[in-house]
């Protein structure tokens, strides 16, 4: 490669936090029309090496080059000026304004001095059907799935005109069909002359698209490697520093009374209309039961309702024997729930907050965290050690504000309190989202426990690999209806596929039958 | 840790940064009109710090804008602006010299105490009606608050005329229900300095004591923070916004009951609205929300307001200018964003320069 040729070469990247060093002495270099994975285990330094490159941090050390020049990239709007634009890992949307209001944010449209919403909203829809980008233009960020606040944010880089793109785990939330769908959008992106930096802890993505993979550990760089020529498990193996196992072993489920029971159930959505149809459900303890269905089906607001943090139109929902519907949620989750949101900022964390006074928010104020209403600091901060340490929660210290722990480190943080609690019916909404593969391994192991322990498991997961590998019986969820509910063993991605898009499930056995017979009968052929 | 206290430092640059900004433009301000800053500022704190009488009024000041100062605050941490300190100061104020008027032949311990809790819990239940609209119906806390005010005003007013008295002030309350005490009294040459200063460290201690020790302190800053996490984790809206406006009530009662025992020992009819509540919003900010800092903050509003008596005479200074310096301040805090954003920028070219050596 000629030195010309790379649009971007951090060397030496240094950035230290307090005495804790995030990154050390990182080299990266992007080729152009390249796209370039970044790989490491949750809290290695990535996002903080892409929030330097992209203006938000400035390094304790080291040198960037961008095109061939020194650079100081000293704000976002000079990392624009140069042509870098990074899609977030936790958006940088405003919610009380819509699609397009977030897209121009900043490059607004006008009129003789008035924003001109039409043709911005026409712009948007454009750039949006050029990408493939599914949203609407019109609808508000918080009114939105968190699947489409993503793809917002995708447009508003791709809007800015951005060379050189960085994406920070950008498929997390996506469907399988919308990763596949991004997967084509980044290729046509490079084959256009852009550069892109891909951070993702999923291995068959960077097979997929990335040309070159940088690995870190701990803050440090361990190699780049060309992708054609290193296996997933050879990655996986250099990026934690030992050997990774990615089957899921389990023993078969032996479940027993149903913890979860629910009635003809009918949730409304925001605006007004049922986003959950009179379904029923029913979830026994000692099973994982997983939900699968395209983002936007009806889980979210099942999960809410179950929760208790939406209301209940009609139906019933049983916890462990108790009605529950339109419960408190302390009252739900004191029948025994526990709950890992889906969207792990807004309702998993106060984010302001010690790490520490995070992890004892379902229980602050039972014993021992407090007595007669006096918290007690050591139980707090003794508990948050044990967490951190079990669940190898990285973070300088339990003190810390939740804030400045990595996302995945957020979403550990997260699993380890709901699961410590040890409630008898567990709900996982997208667990391992933003989770290296050697975290997801661990988490995927605690959910097992939790079933083999007795206790049911809810999993909602957009990723099938995830449903099925963990899951004992998976529901598909379509349009606000439970279409069918089938045993993982017996069932596989073809037909949850076709499930998920609305096919019966004698239309989708049909058509999985004939496909296999299709297939038998041309490898016949060719024998 | 480094962080930690680095950021520590950082939260204290900001109003210490204020302070000086907001000194330096009333400088620039009194420059601008002929004055000369230096003598102004030097009769300021001459004025206040030479004489124990005037050091020991503004301490008394200072105890009410402790007192409103950390009612503010304790709305703010849970997320809920409280315009409303004056008003709740009033009611406080009025029912405490109400009970004290009516009760003179109760013991001084129990005639204070009594008049104390009635004033706290006139104020609470003041703020306490806009608590209960914002947690069931949603109600704006803000305009409610603006309305309670000059309801309150009105309302103090009529009782003073029809009820307590029939002219403008109200007859002064016994020896037994005055919060000043002789010794006191004499180490600052006869200042109207009174027990509610030792109050106000208390209440300020106890206020530390509940934003970091109780769990229901723990909840108002979780509801404050995030109300989406909080309400995930079982907390209730509607009880901490009530909770956090009723204690918010409850301190500017206090302070205001400490203000009519111990700075006047009666009321008289307002033409508006007492300063010392809006003031206690300044306070707030200026101490960032910290009950030690709104403390410090207090002092300092407390000696400007006293020094501002002595531009006039030993300055030749308009007495207004102590109120620019005192608003320039504010606008300062207020502007807390460009601060940071100017010492992030000194530091970063610190960094540059460090980084190409
Ligand atoms: N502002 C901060 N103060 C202190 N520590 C921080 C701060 N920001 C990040 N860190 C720490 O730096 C480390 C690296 O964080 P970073 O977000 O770069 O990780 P990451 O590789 O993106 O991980 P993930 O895959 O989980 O997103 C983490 O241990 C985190 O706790
Ligand atoms: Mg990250």
Known sequence: MSQTNKVIEMKGITKEFGNFRANDNIHLDLNKGEIHALLGENGAGKSTLMNILSGLLEPTEGEIWVNGNKVNISSPDTANQLGIGMVHQHFMLVDKFTVTENIMLGKEKHRYGFMDQDSAEKDVQELSDRYGLRVDPKARISDISVGMQQRAEILKTLYRGADILIFDEPTGVLTPQEIEELMEIMQSLVNEGKSIILITHKLDEIKQVADRCTVIRRGKSIDTVDVATTSQQELADMMVGRSVSFKVDKKPATPKDPVLEIKNLTVKEARGYDAVKAIDLEVRAGEVLGIAGVDGNGQSQLIQAITGLTKVDSGTIKLAGKDITNKKPRQITETGLGHIPEDRQRYGLVLPMKLEENMALQTYYQKPFSKHGFLNHKEIKEHAKRLIEEFDVRTPSEEHSAASLSGGNQQKAIIAREIYRDPALLIAAQPTRGLDVGAIEYIHKRLIEQRDNGKGVLLMSYELDEVMNVSDRIAVMYDGNVIAVVNADETNEKELGLLMAGVSLEKAHEQVAESKGKEKETVADTK | ?357
């Open chain 2, 1 to 357: 840790m480094l962080t930690q206290n680095n950021n520590r430092l950082n939260n204290l640059m900001v109003p210490i940064l204020s302070i000086i900004l907001g000194f330096v433009f009333g400088a620039l301000l009194m420059l601008l009109f002929g004055y000369n800053p230096i003598t102004a500022y030097q009769a300021m704190l001459d004025g206040v710090f030479t004489s124990p009488y005037f050091f020991g009024e503004a301490l008394r000041q200072a105890t009410v804008l402790t007192f409103t100062g950390l009612g503010f605050a304790i709305a703010f941490k849970a997320g809920f602006f409280n315009i409303g300190i004056a008003g709740q100061l009033l009611v406080g104020w009025v029912s405490a010299i109400w009970v004290a008027l009516a009760f003179p032949d109760l013991p001084r311990i129990v005639l204070v105490t009594l008049s104390l809790v009635v004033g706290i819990v006139a104020g609470a239940v003041w703020a306490g009606i806009a608590g209960a609209l914002r947690a069931y119906f949603g109600t704006s806390e803000v305009i409610v608050t603006i309305m309670l005010n000059y309801t309150a005003l009105h309302f103090t007013n009529y009782l003073i005329r029809n009820v307590l008295s029939t002219g403008n002030t109200t007859e002064r309350v016994g020896e037994n229900a005055s919060l000043r005490i002789d010794w006191l009294t004499n180490l600052t040459a006869g200042s109207r300095l009174n027990v509610g200063f030792f109050i106000a460290i208390i209440v300020v201690a106890l206020y530390w004591v509940f934003m970091t020790q109780t769990t229901a302190g723990f909840e108002v800053r979780a509801v404050g923070l995030n109300p989406h996490a909080s309400s995930y984790a079982g907390m209730s809206a509607a009880k901490n916004i009530i909770l956090s406006m009723v204690l918010s009530g409850a301190l500017a009662g206090l302070g205001g009951a400490i203000h009519g025992l111990g700075t006047f020992g009666n009321i008289f009819t307002q033409s508006g609205l007492p300063n010392v509540g809006f003031n206690g919003i300044a306070v707030a900010l200026l101490g960032l929300g910290n009950p030690i800092g709104i403390f410090f903050s207090s002092i300092l509003f407390g000696v400007l307001d006293v020094g501002a008596g002595f531009l006039p005479n030993r300055a030749g200074v308009p007495d207004e200018m102590a109120s620019i310096v005192i608003a320039a301040i504010i606008f300062f805090v207020g502007a807390n964003y460009l601060i940071r954003l100017i010492m992030g920028k000194l530091k970063s070219n610190k960094q540059a320069t460090e980084g190409g050596e």
